[in-house]
């Protein structure tokens, strides 16, 4: 499996970026996909999932209401749209992906538990 991620760069207070994460090589099965994110000296976080086989959504307080994410029809490419960017959201954003043996609230505080990861990309929110 590979997760390619993209999107990420400099933007200001209110932006609206969209990051996007194609990925490749799944098995036949149900994953959870999605986006954590790491700011400097804090631990690595789970910003949102798609559920692969229903599309359900998760989102983590911090970003409810603000991000949208969602998958193409192929369900080859993760989208995290991002509005109202605060300069709390500046962070190396990472795709990542596993097995849906739960539902995706479990994953957002178990990074450890995602069986693949792509490479981050920064965001950097400026004011």
């Known amino acids: 499996v590979q997760l390619q991620a993209s999107g990420g760069g400099l933007v200001q207070v209110g932006g609206s970026p969209r990051l996007s994460c194609a990925a490749s090589g799944f098995t036949a099965g149900d994953y959870i996909i999605g986006w954590f994110r790491q700011a400097p000296g804090k631990e690595r976080e789970g910003v949102s999932f798609?559920?692969?086989?229903?599309?359900?959504?998760y989102y983590a307080d911090s970003v409810k209401g603000r991000f949208t994410i969602s998958s193409d029809n192929a369900k080859t490419t993760v989208f995290l749209q991002m509005n109202s960017l605060k300069p709390e959201d500046t962070a190396v954003y990472y795709c990542?992906?596993?097995?849906?043996?739960?539902?995706?609230?479990?994953?957002?505080?178990?990074?450890?538990?995602?069986?693949?990861w792509g490479k981050g990309t920064l965001v950097t929110v400026s004011s």
């Open positions: 798609i559920k692969s086989s229903d599309g359900s959504t």
């Open positions: 990542a992906a596993a097995r849906a043996y739960y539902p995706g609230s479990y994953y957002f505080e178990r990074p450890n538990r995602m069986n693949y």
